[in-house]
């Protein structure tokens, strides 16, 4: 394995480039899925559940990518992490904001998105 910053040869088990200080892309933990996963959470946050399942998966692979490098987090991990934390948030207000609309409407409550005089 080669230092992919400046090229040097790591051996086995190195997780820091010992020319540059770079710290190695882990063995066993991929940072491309970890990416991914932070995406479609972001991107599906509107939909609440899979915004939440995929941000979730993104957090639970980042956790990984990081024991492997001693706490480390850095390129397409942290790009997923940090996008993994924004759809956990805005899958937990999709979350919410769904529930209430529901609660309201089981409760009868007119919501003022469409008013009803409309339909008059
Ligand atoms: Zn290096």
């Known amino acids: 394995m080669t230092c992919k910053n400046c090229g040097a040869v790591l051996k086995n088990g190195e997780r820091v480039c010992p020319a540059c200080g770079t710290p190695a892309e882990p063995k066993n933990v991929r940072s491309t899925p970890i990416l991914i996963f932070g995406v479609l959470g972001a991107g599906l946050a509107f939909s609440g559940v899979f915004g939440l399942v ?67």
């Open 54 to 120: 995929f941000s979730l998966l993104a957090l639970i692979r980042s956790r990984a990518f990081a024991r492997e490098t001693d706490g480390v987090l850095f390129g397409k991990a942290k790009a997923g992490k940090i996008l993994a934390v924004v759809g956990l948030a805005l899958s937990l207000v999709a979350l919410v904001t769904a529930g209430v609309l529901l609660a309201l409407g089981l409760a009868g409550v007119e919501l003022p998105v469409v008013p009803s005089s409309l339909f008059r």
